[in-house]
């Protein structure tokens, strides 16, 4: 494309709230055939909310939400600013908690009240060799609600498992179909659980789910479909997705989301609407065809 072109395409997207970076992000974005998208923060709308609390072994309910929130005070995931709004909603005190230790992609562990206490996935439980018993399959019918569950679990045994919900954001179901018609092939990439990533996807029409991927696996994955020789756009919100945005042929973040995914990326969405993607290549399209 000519400098002019690229000026102007840059212009008119700043009007529309998609800031380009370069002009490489311009020329690529109408070749892309395959966008990778993030589901926490990107489809959904990344504030999740503390719905179901579910104890277990003698555990009571507040009990549970206060080992769980007191333990996500340290932890800077949107899963635990749900978990600790949701103690502040229902009452629940929190205690201090010493030894701290974040486990990224699986959870938090630290000490309260003397007792050893954890919370997260499945990866997490089954790295302490503790099995889930019975709140597996609760767990299960959770996630097929599209919630995210999270185990407790103190002194090695089951205390009971919270559930968050998040929703998905009102412009996401409208900018994948817009996706689609393009012919564009939509891939979702989290390290979110298998169940609750397909249950969201489901809703959503998504084609293809990479689930339970830890945050240095990300990069990877869209490595995976390059080599397949597709031509990769990237969209995420969070630090875990900065490095798969720089991998990608394009990096799309959301403007809602962290400054190192936009440091990332080729291409911001200021309001952290998909939508924009779609004018973005609109807008790729027009610069190129000023050169032929
Ligand atoms: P993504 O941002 O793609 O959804 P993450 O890699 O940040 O995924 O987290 C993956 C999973 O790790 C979460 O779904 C959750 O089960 C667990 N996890 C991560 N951080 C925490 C935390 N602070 N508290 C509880 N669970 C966590
Ligand atoms: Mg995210």
């Known amino acids: 494309a000519t400098p002019m072109s690229i000026m102007v395409a840059t212009g008119k997207g700043a009007g529309m709230g998609v800031l380009f970076r370069n002009a490489e992000a311009i020329e690529t974005l109408r070749k892309v055939d395959t966008l990778v998208v993030d589901k926490t923060g990107t489809l959904t709308e990344g504030r999740p909310r503390l719905v179901d609390v579910v104890p277990a072994g003698g555990f009571e309910a507040a009990e549970v939400v206060g080992l769980a929130a007191?333990?996500?005070?340290?932890?800077?995931?949107?899963?635990?600013?749900?978990?600790?709004?949701?103690?502040?909603?229902?009452?629940?005190?929190?205690?201090?908690?010493?030894?701290?230790?974040?486990?990224?992609?699986?959870?938090?562990?630290?000490?309260?009240?003397?007792?050893?206490?954890?919370?997260?996935?499945?990866?997490?439980?089954?790295?302490?060799?503790?099995?889930?018993?019975?709140?597996?399959?609760?767990a299960g019918a959770m996630r097929r609600e599209a919630k995210t569950v999270m185990f407790l679990a103190v002194d090695g045994r089951m205390a009971g498992l919270v559930a968050v919900a998040d929703p998905i954001k009102e412009t996401t179901p409208g900018a994948i179909a817009a996706l689609h018609g393009e012919g564009l092939r939509v891939v979702m990439l989290t390290g979110d659980n298998r169940?609750?990533?397909?249950?969201?996807?489901?809703?959503?029409?998504?084609?293809?789910?990479?689930?339970?991927?830890?945050?240095?696996?990300?990069?990877?994955?869209?490595?995976?479909?390059?080599?397949?020789?597709?031509?990769?756009?990237?969209?995420?919100?969070?630090?875990?997705?900065?490095?798969?945005?720089?991998?990608?042929?394009?990096?799309?973040?959301?403007?809602?989301?962290?400054?190192?995914?936009?440091?990332?990326?080729?291409?911001?969405?200021?309001?952290?609407?998909?939508?924009g993607i779609v004018r973005a290549r609109k807008l790729s399209r027009a610069a190129m065809r000023n050169i032929k």
Do not use: C, W
Not at 76 to 97: F, I, Q, S, T, Y
Not at 215 to 220: F, G, L, T, W
């Open 70 to 138: 007191s333990l996500e005070q340290g932890s800077e995931h949107p899963l635990a600013a749900a978990v600790v709004e949701g103690a502040k909603a229902r009452g629940v005190a929190l205690d201090p908690v010493s030894g701290f230790e974040s486990h990224t992609g699986k959870g938090v562990s630290g000490e309260v009240r003397g007792r050893k206490v954890l919370l997260g996935n499945a990866r997490l439980l089954e790295e302490a060799a503790i099995e889930p018993g019975p709140l597996g399959e609760k």
């Open 195 to 275: 169940a609750t990533a397909e249950a969201v996807a489901a809703r959503l029409a998504i084609d293809e789910v990479v689930a339970e991927v830890l945050p240095e696996q990300k990069a990877e994955a869209v490595e995976r479909f390059q080599a397949q020789g597709r031509v990769v756009a990237m969209a995420g919100d969070g630090i875990n997705d900065a490095p798969a945005l720089a991998r990608a042929d394009v990096g799309i973040a959301m403007g809602t989301g962290t400054d190192v995914a936009m440091e990332s990326a080729g291409v911001t969405l200021v309001k952290g609407d998909l939508t």
